[in-house]
């Protein structure tokens, strides 16, 4: 007589399984370090500025600050560091040939997404933070311009900025579960869609993430040019619920795809 | 026999390839070699069989649950695939611990069973080093390591022996012995056949995605009774023996070899050829008398150029 | 009995019958455009990369048939700049990075390298090899378009641009190329040695591209300083092209002398060429 066997892992402590694993192969790598120093630009130029001032500095430390967080961080740099981190996601194991040990464990393909999603999220947010509060200090703190400014905004900062990589990690993911490639496709809708489209006037930049997503950061100081005179910007509120809404409606699709797909890895 | 692995016509097919044809067959305790050439489908079967795809016709099933969408049975399945992967920058027994955690192990239980698999492939010298500075021999020992450390019911191991000096050879054929002996379900591929021959005679042949041969390896010959049976004989006066065994009535063919003055007779009905070159032995000087075509390759080789 | 220090390669057969000297890049480079010829993702981003210069040209066209039209969107030299700087950049990059990150990084990867290195190959011809394979790829999304464009352009508006005086455009047009994907090509090149995975590689060359451009914008914001467009590599290579062009620069970058943009674009290729010797080696050591 067979004894009863067990039953499939329950979803939480499996993907806190599979984050432990993952974690330890996603942040100590080379490409972590590389987009760490990327991300540290921004302090290096603050530590310059603050060495040599410019006899007359046309925006205040805060000012800056905001600058560097919405332009930067936000619009630029953050939805790369999505893009390379979480088209990975699952790609890096079938590339890597390591997702069959994952495959052949008894833990549902649910709990293997979500937990390597948390580990793409603890990673990016390990290289973020660090980095966005020392550029806050570097050009805020103990300046004269730096008076008024609360630490709120910084947190409210990192909330956007957290809220910017789960939304494009989530949508990258999807891609880089439903395509075999999908750099050039993630990199037409950074820079052709969300570039462009997002200054065009009218309800287009409805149709981009990164109108809402700079739309959090509320004390950035205004752009110069044609992006400020077309630039679209939504309430809190609003961009949340967008960004949160696309975010998870991705993972529950990428989820989905996962579940279903084959993986043929061969040596 | 309750049967753990079991195929029922199943088929799968990448595109217009077809890379496994209409596979029956049931797999109990025991171990159980895989054998086919490079193309055959034994990776095809093997994916199958571990759940990695699902059959385009027909079924597998793994432990009475299908093998495809059933995570659950992998609390009492092993694999050891063919591939060279590794998580290279953990050491090895970190290695083989993080895959036990997923099957549910504790921290203190997982290093426990992790360092038992690891002594069981002697590796244990090397089992604080990271997995990227390995041997190919020793990468080739921590895969088995995770596939057998949570000591599972069915394990697949797809060329296990690949990479290993003729020492640890002997040592993981003489493991995959044991494992079968224990009452496990244990499914090898290889190439190597002559070793193969030494694990098991349990044998499934296969050749352009059919199985062509499945079961012992002596019933699978001697079903092959079209195909006559070739014995090599020495003997002092081979040519006054060849004149008393020229006349048998299942005789196929009778050659005496210059170089060696051996006799390679083939015939079908081997038992009674035996008999009369029994009775033959004292007359003629009989010395030495074996069966050349009764192994793997030869059965194969037959099998597959029908 | 002498012997050959195994290094210097020196027992290396060579029973080809073809001179090698200066020509062993080109059966790397020669293989390496076939296999990519043999993507349609190439080939479809050559094509869509070709639709910007059919837009022009119906622009020029339009011109000959409204010459009032010239008047807000003149057939001149900052025609053709603009044309290789605009949209066409973007195709620059894509293609830098579709047809340029693999390049080293999967031969690093799959053991490749040592393939190549154990022929009479030296470092150089393997670089130099790679280097043309991206060097033409990008060449058919900046080059030939703008040579074609206006060719086009002369053809259709000879009243324009049919003076002889105006074929100084074609080496203008050249030497914006050449500034254009030198460095481009360096970098991509340089970083696909870093990575040993395509997409990092392609990746890493969007960050630093974008990452620097708005840097740049940042730096000008904070300090209203030109020499922080040397910040931007976007930014240095079109205050060059608007040297070579003569054309009005740019707001931020205006008082940045031209001269100083193109040492910063040769000391970038300078560093790429050391990362690419230091990097492409065969044996790695695991630690």
């Known amino acids: 007589m067979e004894t009863e066997r067990p039953a499939t892992r329950p979803t939480w402590a499996a993907a806190q399984d599979v984050f432990a694993i993952s974690i330890e192969r996603m942040l100590p790598r080379p490409r972590s370090f590389w987009v760490f120093l990327l991300m540290a630009m921004p302090v290096v130029f ?33 939805p790369l560091v999505a893009l390379l981190f ?107 869609w969300e570039g462009f489209v997002a200054n065009f006037p009218g309800d287009a930049p409805n149709y981009t993430l990164t109108a809402y997503a700079r739309s959090l950061i509320r ?27 696309v975010g998870v409606i991705s993972l529950v699709l990428a989820t989905w795809i996962f579940s279903r797909r084959e993986y043929v890895i061969s040596s | 026999m309750t049967a753990r692995v079991v195929f029922e016509k199943a088929s799968r097919w990448y595109g217009p390839v077809m890379a496994l044809n209409d596979v029956s067959f049931e797999l109990g305790p025991g171990v159980y070699g895989l054998l086919g050439p490079n193309g055959a489908g034994k990776s095809s079967l093997l994916k199958l069989a571990s759940g990695q795809l699902r059959p385009s016709q027909g079924s597998v099933r793994l432990l009475g649950r299908p093998a495809f969408g059933s995570p659950d049975v992998f ?46 492939v002697d590796l244990k010298d090397a089992m604080h080093r990271k997995v990227g500075g390995y041997s190919k021999g020793m990468r080739q020992r921590i895969k088995l390591a995770q596939s057998l450390a949570h000591k599972p019911e069915v394990l697949f191991l797809d060329e296990p022996l690949t990479g290993m000096d003729p020492q640890n050879r002997k040592r993981i054929s003489d493991l995959m012995k044991r494992l079968g002996d224990e009452g496990r379900t244990v499914l090898v591929s290889t190439h190597i056949l002559h070793e193969l021959e030494q694990v098991t005679q349990r044998v499934l042949l296969i050749h352009n995605g059919r199985v062509l041969a499945e079961g ?43 170089a060696t003055g051996h006799l390679v007779a083939e015939i079908r009905k081997p038992d009674a050829f035996f008999s009369r070159v029994q009775e033959l032995a004292a007359v003629h000087g009989v010395q030495e008398m074996w069966v050349t075509d009764e192994n793997l390759e030869s059965v194969f080789s037959y099998l597959v150029s029908k | 009995m002498s012997t050959t220090q195994i290094y210097e390669q020196h027992y290396r057969r060579l029973d080809a019958s073809i001179p090698l000297r200066g020509q062993r890049w080109i059966p790397i480079a020669r293989e390496g455009l076939k296999a990519l010829v043999s993507f349609r993702a190439y080939l479809g981003l050559i094509a869509i990369a070709w639709l910007p210069t059919f837009g022009r040209l119906v622009q020029v066209y339009f011109t000959t048939r409204f010459p009032e039209a010239r008047r807000i969107a003149p057939i001149d030299d900052k025609f053709f700049f603009d044309a290789s700087t605009g949209i066409q950049l973007v195709f620059m990059l894509l293609m830098a990075a579709y047809a340029g990150a693999g390049l080293i990084a999967n031969d690093m990867r799959t053991g490749g390298l040592l393939l190549y290195l ?42 324009v641009l049919g003076a002889p005086v105006h074929l100084i455009l074609i080496p203008k047009i050249i030497a914006l190329s050449l500034v254009l994907t030198l460095p481009t090509a360096g970098l991509v ?34 300090t209203r300083s030109p020499y922080a467009g040397l910040i931007s590599i976007q930014a240095t290579m079109r205050r060059a092209g608007e040297a070579i062009f003569a054309v009005k620069p740019a707001r931020m970058t205006a008082d940045l002398p031209p001269e100083l943009a193109i040492v910063t674009l040769v000391a970038m290729c300078l560093v790429c060429l050391a990362v690419l010797k230091t990097r492409v080696r065969a044996v790695e050591i695991v630690k």
């Open chain 1, 86 to 192: 979480g088209s990975a996601l699952i790609s890096d194991a079938v590339d890597s040939k390591t997702l069959t040990y994952f495959l052949t464990r008894p833990v549902s393909r649910l709990s293997i997404f979500i937990g390597e999603f948390m580990a793409y999220l603890v990673t990016v947010m390990t290289l973020t933070v660090p980095c966005v509060v020392l550029t806050y200090i570097v050009l805020s703190v103990g300046t004269p311009q730096g008076a008024g400014f609360g630490a709120t905004h910084l947190v409210q900062d990192l909330a956007a900025c957290a809220l910017t990589l789960f939304t494009y990690g989530a949508l990258f993911a999807l891609l880089g579960v439903s395509l075999k490639k999908p750099l050039i496709p993630g990199l037409l809708f950074l820079f052709v």
């Open chain 3, 118 to 159: 154990s022929r009479p190959l030296t470092l150089g011809d393997y670089i130099f090899g790679k280097a043309a394979i991206l060097l033409v790829s990008l060449s058919m999304v900046t080059l030939i378009p703008n040579l074609v464009l206006f060719l086009g352009a002369r053809s259709l508006a000879p009243d």
């Open chain 1, 219 to 245: 004390h950035r100081p205004a752009e110069e040019g044609l992006a400020e005179l077309f630039s679209k910007f939504f309430g809190v509120g609003e961009s949340v619920f967008v960004l949160g809404s």
């Open chain 2, 216 to 258: 012992n390896l002596r019933e699978i010959r001697d079903l092959l009774d079209r195909h006559p049976r070739s014995v090599r004989l020495q003997a002092r006066d081979p040519r006054g023996l060849a004149r008393e065994l020229v006349g048998l009535p299942d005789l196929v063919s009778l050659n005496m070899e210059d």
């Open chain 1, 46 to 78: 603050g530590i310059l500025l603050r060495i040599y001032p410019p006899r007359d500095l046309p925006l205040t430390g805060f000012e800056l600050y905001g600058m560097v967080v919405a332009l930067f961080f936000v619009r630029n740099l953050l």
């Open chain 2, 75 to 120: 609390h009492s399945v092993g694999l050891c695939s063919d591939t060279d992967a590794l998580f290279e920058d953990f050491t090895g027994l970190q290695f083989v611990m993080a895959l036990l955690s997923l099957n549910g192990f504790d921290r203190a239980t997982s290093e426990k069973l992790a360092i038992e698999a690891i002594e069981t």
């Open chain 3, 189 to 222: 090149l340089a970083l696909s040695t870093l990575a040993r995975n395509p997409r990092f590689a392609g990746l890493g060359f969007f960050f630093i591209f974008a990452g620097s451009s708005v840097a740049q914008v940042i730096a000008w914001r904070a």
